[in-house]
């Protein structure tokens, strides 16, 4: 089992940047891809971005290209979505997820395919 809880969510004026964090438990956290994922009001959740076990290859929607970053520590159990040049339209309730890959490098972008959720955190962009 690997619980998940996002934190760094907030009001920002657009341009400005937040850095969202997920601390996992659990004891394998490191052989776990994990994504970022978003749900606007009235929209389905859609994926931002993943990372491998690793942290060596990461992957984004083409959306948040150039602007998020995601990282890891597995020595702190987190993941981190750094978010810069944000726009009213990144506004969501941000989710990180988990996925069991046994350390292979495969990407995922499917909801369906990620194993553990955490509650969201709220980001909001003004205008």
């Known amino acids: 089992q690997v619980q998940l809880v996002e934190s760094g969510g907030g009001l920002v004026q657009a341009g400005g940047s937040l850095r969202l964090s997920c601390a996992a438990s659990?004891?394998?956290?490191?052989?776990?891809?994990m994504g970022w994922f978003r749900q606007a009001p009235g929209k389905e959740r859609e994926f931002v971005g993943t990372?491998?076990?690793?942290?060596?290859?990461?992957y984004y929607t083409n959306s948040v290209k150039g602007r998020f970053t995601i990282s890891r520590d597995n020595a702190k159990n987190t993941v981190y979505l750094q978010m810069n040049s944000l726009k009213p339209e990144d506004t969501a309730v941000y989710y990180c997820?988990?996925?069991?890959?046994?350390?292979?490098?495969?990407?995922?972008?499917?909801?369906?395919?990620?194993?553990?959720w955490g509650q969201g955190t709220q980001v909001t962009v003004s205008s």
């Open positions: 659990g004891r394998t956290f490191s052989s776990y891809a």
């Open positions: 997820a988990a996925r069991e890959t046994y350390f292979s490098s495969s990407y995922a972008t499917r909801l369906s395919e990620y194993d553990y």
């Open positions: 990372i491998t076990w690793s942290g060596g290859r990461t």
